[in-house]
């Protein structure tokens, strides 16, 4: 055995996993006009040994969009969750405090999927 193909042997062994981590679990966003559209952008981590695929990005309520950028994400690397809220959704009367989550499904086999929330208290436009 060589001292090269030993450390393939232990490479291999070693079971080279995706880690995922959303630099933030949640986010307020504070006080929000009705009809206001809010983006936000959060760090998501691959801290593990092999490549993060992005599997994909759910939403909780049809007033937010999100996606993750790149898809695959490569050990020791960094994307972007990039999530849209339109606060103006549901319509002019659907004000006050809220909570909306984002869902990562990847093929991090420790979290096969992450929530991400935030926090808004939508304001009638006429306040």
């Known amino acids: 055995l060589t001292v090269g193909s030993l450390v393939l042997l ?3 062994c ?3 996993t995706p ?3 959303v630099s933030e679990a949640e986010v307020d966003l504070g006080e929000v006009i009705n009809g206001e559209i809010k983006t936000i952008e959060i760090p998501v981590f691959n801290y593990g040994t092999a490549d993060l ?10 007033c937010t969009t999100a996606s993750v950028e790149p ?3 490569q050990p020791g690397e960094s994307g972007a969750l990039s999530v849209q809220f339109d606060s103006g959704a549901h319509g002019p009367g659907d ?4 909570i909306r989550q984002v ?3 990847s093929n991090d ?3 096969s999927e992450v929530e991400f929330r935030f926090l808004a208290d939508v304001l009638s436009s006429g306040s």
């Open 10 to 12: 232990l490479t291999a």
């Open 14 to 16: 070693s079971g080279s």
């Open 19 to 21: 880690d995922i981590h």
């Open 53 to 62: 695929v992005i599997e994909a990005v759910t939403t909780s309520c049809g």
């Open 71 to 73: 898809s695959t994400i």
């Open 95 to 98: 004000i006050g405090p809220l």
């Open 103 to 105: 869902f990562i499904a």
């Open 109 to 111: 086999p420790d979290e």
